[in-house]
């Protein structure tokens, strides 16, 4: 698996988005741009991985474990 | 799962533990029915996006009210109890208590111009249509029917998520699976049919949601 790379402020939205304090009619211009280039690299590892049969109904949680993961 | 989103709350803990719960309880007891918007023009818009939600998926109307819910900066919140069933919507009077015309621009410049949403003919009625289909159906909800659904839809969620060709989608739907039912059932509803709408629109009536 290719390393996950994040920006801070794509950690800060990611958090955000899986807190629940992201709703999708209220997201900043600026959160709406990170968390489409996060779902970007996102939709790219479930490519690389090949995961559409994996286990689970949050693609940012899914990729955030992925990233999680990768540092253990 | 039970957890709390942007767009579904869970408040059978009485708000207990999640912040967003708490405000939207006490939101409840403060909320006001839609009557009461200024404008005659986003009142009936409102409406007819209800009535045409009713008519294409075949489900009832669902208890739809106006709060101030500018502390947990949403548009709009469906609000669940511990089976995931919905005991209704509340909509933000910050922003639908004010001009069509004005809500129709932010939505268009806001959400449609960045691809985060998909983009519709009536902006204003899929912001309703959204919180409905929130309503229907959401990953918390716990009744046999919504379990049942739920897989279906996970299913369909994954096929969506690896089709690259898709077309009229924005963004905000691939999140999780809550989101793109939204998005799906909106699209089913103001946009052009595709395979994900035509199942969208079975699996609702398959399960009675």
């Known amino acids: 698996m290719s390393k996950i790379e994040l920006s801070e402020k794509e950690i800060e939205v990611i958090k955000a988005q899986l807190n629940g304090e992201i709703d999708g009619w209220t997201a900043t211009d600026e959160q709406q741009k990170l968390l489409t280039g996060v779902i970007n690299k996102a939709e790219a590892l479930m490519d690389e991985l090949n995961a559409y049969d994996d286990d689970f109904d949050d693609l940012i949680q899914w990729f955030w474990n992925k990233y999680q993961s990768q540092d253990k | 799962m039970g957890r709390?989103?942007?767009g579904v709350v869970n408040i059978s803990s009485g708000g207990a533990g999640s912040k967003n719960a708490h405000i939207v309880i006490q939101a409840?007891?403060?909320s006001r029915?839609?009557?009461?918007?200024?404008?005659?023009?986003?009142?009936?818009?409102?409406?007819?996006?209800?009535?045409?939600f009713e008519s294409v998926m075949g489900v009832r109307e669902r208890s739809v009210k106006m709060a101030d819910l500018t502390a947990m900066n949403a548009l709009g919140v469906t609000y669940i109890k511990g089976d995931g069933k919905s005991n209704g919507i509340l909509l933000n009077s910050t922003f639908f208590d004010r001009k069509k015309s004005a809500i129709e621009h932010d939505v268009k410049t806001k959400h449609y111009d960045t691809g985060f949403k998909n983009k519709t003919n009536a902006p204003l009625q899929h912001t309703i249509t959204h919180e409905l289909a929130h309503a229907t159906w959401n990953a918390s909800m716990q009744t046999t029917n919504a379990k049942a659904a739920g897989k279906e839809i996970t299913s369909l969620y994954h096929r969506f998520l690896g089709d690259k060709k898709k077309k009229g989608y924005g963004s905000y739907g691939k999140t999780n699976v809550s989101e793109f039912w939204a998005e799906a059932v909106t699209k089913a509803i103001h946009g052009t049919a595709d395979k994900y709408t035509k199942r969208v629109k079975n699996i609702a009536r398959k399960y009675k949601l």
């Open chain 2, 28 to 30: 409840v007891q403060k």
């Open chain 2, 4 to 6: 709390n989103s942007g």
């Open chain 2, 33 to 52: 029915p839609l009557s009461d918007i200024k404008d005659k023009s986003t009142y009936n818009e409102i409406f007819r996006g209800v009535s045409r």
